[in-house]
């Protein structure tokens, strides 16, 4: 990853780890919501963190030392869809969601989906026209659908 996209990345995560925890600060002393979702979100968070570890740590014995060739990603839900870390990173802020209940947070995992819908349609349209053996029954994010 170049150096100017791993420093804008690092920003981005800061920036939106920061302003959700000042949306909490701002939301003290006001009533609890009526459901407590926080026990939920916390499993959810786990999953997804959990998830998002193991399919980059996948993807990360991919490549040889110094290599420059790029293969199809195999193991774990890498034959259901190409991009699992995306979807285990989704189920994390929606565990963050559940945990804080502000709009806000809903609101910057809404952002998140979108995003990394996107970004996973074009990377299995960028795999399908790298490899001809390319499975055309591997989805982008959400197995058997999308």
Not at 10 to 24: E, R, W
Not at 74 to 94: A, N, Q, R, S, T
Not at 116 to 121: D, I, K
Request: net charge positive.
């Amino acid at each position: 990853m170049p150096l100017d996209t791993m420093i804008m990345v690092l920003f981005n995560y800061f920036f939106l780890s920061s302003s959700l925890v000042y949306t909490q600060t701002l939301n003290l002393g006001l009533p609890e919501p009526s459901i407590d979702l926080k026990y939920p979100g916390i499993v959810l968070f786990q999953v997804g963190i959990s998830g998002n570890f193991y399919h980059h740590y996948l993807l990360s014995k991919l490549r040889t030392k110094g290599g420059k060739d790029y293969k199809i990603p195999k193991g774990g839900l890498f034959d259901l869809v190409i991009c699992p870390h995306f979807l285990f990173e989704i189920l994390g802020f929606m565990g963050i969601s559940l945990i804080s209940q502000t709009l806000y947070s809903f609101s910057v995992t809404l952002g998140i989906v979108l995003y990394l819908m996107g970004r996973s349609y074009v990377t299995r349209r960028w795999y399908m026209s790298k490899f001809d053996d390319f499975p055309k029954e591997v989805k982008a994010l959400i197995p058997f659908v999308f």
